[in-house]
């Protein structure tokens, strides 16, 4: 039998550790995050009250943004040296970019709700924009199962994973350029200039989504690598 | 804290967002853990088969195997 | 100059393919009129000309789907792309000639839909027509991509859509709205997405059909 299996106990701890150092760091600038947003930060002047899903929807876009990228850019990798594991850093990360991509849609549709009285609008280019990326990204899962495991699947997932990183600023440009002949732009959600104690509001909880996604991710990419590894011990004594 | 003009709805919207995101954070590790649970299942059930195989193995190789490749199992 | 020759090889066997077989186009001109025939009805008596104008884009999208989820079936069916992938020539010349076809493909299609459109509901526009040729090329270079993944997996006549239409939403976008306000700003963009997407698909082919 291998010893390869057992003989890295040294750095898992170290790999925990940093897991366990994330974690703690995630639960306090989430909790900062929330005691700022709602015992801190005053109303906004326009929007009232309900201005305070701002610092939740817009860092959990921006982080939906950062897993994407990530993702692609561990996909770029994947094509260029072939390292072991950037195929599956790839996508965990792309799921990762999934689940706060929904968040942004549910949070966005919510708020949407809140300010103008509907479920949702064609008229924010953010949720628009996050719409087609969740239809991008979901279909990025179903050819990733539709296809055996092996190199194919990989390279094949890395292209589409750059694919993406192309269709949003596109996307984005399209949906701009959409409005003119749709209809024309009714709402704005960037206000004036962010008032001094709003933007430290803001860019606390962007570091708790940031830290959120980097424990969530080393924790999923943790649990798949040990699957894996699983799966070999238990080929390797059968 | 919160102002008086702040209305019912506009509190109870803003506190829906923040347990949605909640909700998914926790679902999320809901389902990390079941994944870990099953794993753990599977690392058992693989020490039991190892555990197993050592047994069986131990009695026979000191009167079939040469002295010098006991240690190997 | 050898890849000239390369893809125009490959492309010329396309062709002649289907010309012997006579598959995809005519499921094409089919599909696509009664299309048009179901817009006719779906569209209530006041729609007016501009809906017509955004359900002309969604019968092109449809029509060059059809044959984007057959562009590499005969291929995959008889393991031939293997074959291609280990001929002395760049991988790239393979999605070329395989884009070239399509486009041929579509354009043969639009060549009877387009001035169908036209009878059947309002007249064209130059703007129009260019924007559908830039269209096409971008819609027919990153389709075949889609096209060569699709075919690799196990659903693959479910995957193509999937896959091909959140990429081909800017498409439409650029289409509508060359179609419906006439401005060549619109044509820059559907040029713009053609320049980006067509050379990422390029560069990136290789990688689909090489493990």
């Known amino acids: 039998m291998t010893l390869s299996f057992c003989d890295h106990g040294a750095v898992r701890t170290l790999r925990e550790n940093r897991l366990a150092a994330l974690a703690a760091l995630t639960f306090a600038l989430m909790g ?15 929007q009232g009250f309900s201005q305070r899903i701002f610092y939740f929807h817009v860092p959990i ?7 994407f990228a990530w993702g692609a850019w561990k996909a ?37 709700r809140i300010s103008w009285g509907i479920w949702w609008t064609w008229s924010s280019d953010q949720l628009v924009l996050f719409l087609i990326l969740f239809l991008f990204y979901s279909a990025y899962f179903m050819l990733r199962y539709s296809l055996p495991p092996g190199p194919g699947r990989a390279n094949m997932s890395a292209v589409y994973a750059l694919f993406g990183v192309a269709l949003i600023p596109v996307s984005f440009l399209a949906i701009r350029l959409a409005k003119d002949f749709i209809h024309p732009v009714v709402f704005n959600r960037d206000g ?40 070999e011990l238990k080929e390797a004594l059968a | 804290m919160i102002p008086l003009a702040v209305t019912m709805t506009e509190v109870k919207y803003v506190a829906a967002v923040y347990l949605v995101v909640f909700l998914f954070v926790l679902a999320y590790l809901l389902i990390h853990v079941t994944k870990l649970q099953r ?19 131990e009695p026979e190789p000191e009167a079939v195997q040469a002295p010098g490749r006991v240690s190997v199992g | 100059m050898t890849y000239v020759r390369d893809v125009a090889a490959l492309a010329r066997k396309d062709l002649l393919l289907e010309l012997r077989a006579k598959e995809t186009v005519p499921s094409m001109l089919l599909f696509v009129l009664a299309a048009f025939v179901v817009f006719h009805f779906a569209l209530p008596s006041g ?32 393991g031939l792309l293997d074959a291609l992938v280990l001929a002395p020539c760049d991988r790239s010349a393979i999605w070329a ?40 090329l971008g819609i027919c270079g990153v389709g075949t991509l889609i096209g060569a993944m699709g075919v690799a997996g196990r659903a693959r006549e479910l995957l193509v859509p999937l896959l091909f239409l959140p990429l081909a939403i800017p498409v439409v976008v650029g289409g ?24 990422v698909s390029w560069a990136s082919f290789e990688y689909v059909v090489v493990e």
């Open chain 1, 32 to 46: 900062a995050g929330i005691a700022l947003v709602f015992f801190y930060v005053p109303n906004d002047a326009d």
């Open chain 2, 39 to 57: 794993l753990e299942r599977e690392v058992a059930a693989l020490a039991e088969l190892v555990r197993g195989r050592r047994a069986e193995a």
């Open chain 3, 47 to 78: 729609a007016g000309a501009l809906a017509g104008r955004g359900l002309l884009w969604v019968a092109i999208v449809f029509t060059a789907l059809l044959a984007l989820t057959r562009a590499f079936v005969a291929e995959r069916e008889q």
């Open chain 3, 176 to 199: 509508v709205g060359a179609s419906v306000t006439g401005e060549p700003r619109y044509l820059g963009f559907l040029a713009l997405y053609d320049a980006i997407f067509v050379v």
């Open chain 3, 97 to 136: 000639a395989k884009s070239l076809a399509v486009l041929a493909f579509l354009a043969v299609a639009e060549l009877v839909a387009l001035p169908a459109y036209a009878a059947f509901f309002s007249g064209l526009d130059e703007t129009t027509v260019a924007a559908v040729c830039l269209a096409d």
């Open chain 1, 76 to 112: 770029l990798v994947h094509l260029w040296k072939r390292p072991a594991g950037a195929d599956l850093e790839s996508y965990v990360a792309i799921h990762q970019g999934l689940v706060f991509g929904c968040l942004v849609l549910l949070t966005g549709s919510i708020w949407a």
């Open chain 1, 192 to 231: 004036p200039q962010m008032a001094g104690s709003m933007f430290l509001t803001f860019c606390v909880c962007l570091a708790a989504m940031l830290s959120l996604f980097a424990t969530l991710y080393h924790a999923e990419l943790a649990g798949k690598r040990l699957d894996a590894r699983l799966r």
């Open chain 1, 61 to 67: 876009a921006f982080t939906a943004y950062v897993c």
